[in-house]
Nanobody, 123 residues
Framework: QVQLVESGGGLVQAGGSLRLSCAASGSFFSTSTMGWYRQAPGKQRELVADMNSGGSTNYGDSAKGRFSISLDNSKNTVYLQMNSLAPEDTANYYC?????????????????WGQGTQVTVSS
């Protein structure tokens, strides 16, 4: 069984910073890409940022220049440093990970999601 455990959400004033963490644990062999999506009420889930084990990153337009993603492969943990937060960043932030769950044959990779952590930015 695989778990993604998120932490670091909360309430912050506009212009402030938060750091989210997400640790993957359980039965898997390796990680590929880990990252963050967010979903605000009434809106679709959108990419915030992701990073693969080789260090390549993707950022959503809303995150560019303000947020920074990092990955500690040894701890299977992904971090999201969020600076210059604005009220429009208010959302539930979900961690996601692409994990290798089988090495038989060509192997099997599966995507997992965390439960989400709420980020609220007050004006």
């Amino acid at each position: 069984q695989v778990q993604l455990v998120e932490s670091g959400g909360g309430l912050v004033q506009a212009g402030g910073s938060l750091r989210l963490s997400c640790a993957a644990s359980g039965s898997f062999f390796s990680t590929s890409t880990m990252g963050w999506y967010r979903q605000a009420p009434g809106k679709q889930r959108e990419l915030v940022a992701d990073m693969n084990s080789g260090g390549s990153t993707n950022y959503g337009d809303s995150a560019k220049g303000r947020f920074s993603i990092s990955l500690d492969n040894s701890k299977n943990t992904v971090y999201l440093q969020m600076n210059s937060l604005a009220p429009e960043d208010t959302a539930n932030y979900y961690c996601t990970a692409l994990l290798q769950t089988s090495t038989i044959g060509r192997g099997r990779w599966e995507r997992y999601w965390g439960q989400g952590t709420q980020v609220t930015v007050s004006s």
